[in-house]
């Protein structure tokens, strides 16, 4: 957590930015002012980032890019960077580069526009899913979720039972092995999942909409913005954002393993009123502070 | 002081920025990413800025412009924000405005392209100066002078004379009063100063050159960058830099009251080694930090 404050400045936190560690990777999901010395402070190794999604255009959620690029480059990387972002984020990029003309690595813009969920990246092992927000301006959320990884062969049955390697390709696909002999060995004995496939759903800002609870159906950890105290629905409403008792239910219906909140407003700074109110519906709700570190 | 440091981000300070407080009035000078959170930290009154002075388009001095002015804007400021900086950050503030066209308040941009010193601002108590510095890219230091203030008239001597509106008049403007019995009231006798005028210059970024002594003589508090300790001087000299003994051996020419150092390179950033260097020439070196206060 890199920042969990809202657009006005406050002491205590910056705006919103995240870093995502998975096998290996880093992913920067938006950037606000002060992100990269956020990363530094907290040990984040900013150069290793290879990929950063920014759900919109809002200074909060993207005045931090012109200095992380900066950054990239003074270091002198080399290897691209890929920016996953609203097409209006295209400007700012292209402006940002007018000025930096001599930076030295490839900065690859993917502009978003989608009216569904959609898979915006995909790898063997990891997918990453754009879902369109309520937010006035276009503005996404994003499901980072591992796939089913393919199955382990047990090493004792491998010994055990003289397997081949194409036996072994076999099991490791899930199906059985029929030998000419005529005996089985069931997968279900000798394979075993390395991992459950976990799942991150980041969410900021957003109103509340009815297809939430579906979207982000069962995921482990929700990242959900909780802008505003239940007090102020209104304002919630008005403005469109979430309130902390709206991300509660949402968390509730959706089931998912732990809501985390933040982006709090400027009225109101103290993570524990939020955290609070969040628990009389879903106990496991983690009002975010920065520096704070979620495993999945 | 609300950003000691220099380019690359580092966890214990901001890039440059300061606040400066002037008769009521407050002045921004530099606004590199994070000001406008470390105005908040430190209290300064972010509405009351009136006038912001951008020494050049490096990010670790503009980065934070675009924030500050979203959240004067979100603030409801209506009172005009005057800019004041080289021709190609005109081209930033446009950008700007494109994507913030619902700001409710006039920014006025002032391109400055000077050859040498001259007075951009100029008020009945103050003068600013912009004074083109040498570091690659279009780049200007400011000197901040108060006028001579007029004379003060001893409220004894009014009474203990009798003297008129007139007369007042006359000895505020320095001068004698002759009195029609032939009577003579020396200025020396019943005048004087309310203040010794007082001067801040900001010097960052900028190699050393031979017209700095001239133009800083006598200031109070000099500013200047100090971005490499003396074993760097090459490297300093490269990239158009300044080194500790350089700016001591300048504040030492110039004949400055305190010189006050920062930018601190991010090989060390510990200001107590930057300190030292330059009080070994100049002692009356003080390194910055963030959230340190200098009354002139």
Redesign the interface.
């Known amino acids: 957590m890199l920042g969990t404050a809202s657009?006005?400045?406050?002491?205590e936190r910056?705006?919103s930015a995240q870093a995502l560690s998975v096998h290996g990777r880093y992913f920067l999901i938006d950037c606000g002012?002060?992100a990269?010395?956020a990363?530094?402070?907290f040990g984040v190794p900013?150069q290793r980032i290879d990929s950063v999604f920014i759900s919109h255009?809002h200074?909060?959620h993207v005045?931090?890019l012109?200095?992380f690029l900066?950054?990239l480059a003074?270091?002198g990387r080399l290897a691209p960077l890929d920016v996953y972002g609203p097409r209006n984020l295209g400007?700012?990029l292209k402006?940002f580069l007018?000025?930096n003309e001599w930076i030295g690595f490839e900065l690859r813009f993917h502009p978003l526009e989608k009216k569904v969920p959609e898979v915006i990246l995909e790898t063997k092992s990891l997918e990453v899913l754009a879902l369109p927000l309520r937010h006035g301006v276009d503005t996404y959320g994003y499901l980072f979720r591992e796939k089913e990884p393919p199955w382990n062969v047990e090493k004792d049955a491998i010994e055990k039972y003289g397997l081949s390697l194409t036996e072994i390709g076999t099991l490791k696909r899930g199906e059985d092995v029929l030998r000419p002999d005529g005996s089985v060995i069931a997968n279900a004995d000798v394979a075993y999942k390395p991992f459950v496939p976990r799942s991150y759903a980041y969410v900021s800002d957003t109103a509340p909409f009815p297809e939430e609870a579906a979207w982000f159906k069962g995921v482990d950890v929700l990242y959900h913005e909780a802008t505003f105290l239940s007090e102020y629905e209104a304002e919630a409403q008005k403005r469109l954002h979430t309130t902390t008792l709206q991300a509660a239910r949402l968390a509730q219906e959706a089931g998912v393993g732990k809501l985390v909140i933040a982006h709090y407003s400027s009225r109101n700074t103290d993570p524990s009123c939020y955290e609070a109110e969040c628990r009389s519906i879903f106990p496991e709700t983690y009002a975010a502070q920065d520096g704070d570190v979620f495993d999945i």
């Open positions: 657009a006005m400045p406050v002491a910056n705006p002012e002060g990269q010395r990363m530094v402070r900013l255009v200074g909060d005045y931090g012109d200095g900066s950054t003074m270091g400007p700012m402006f007018s000025y």
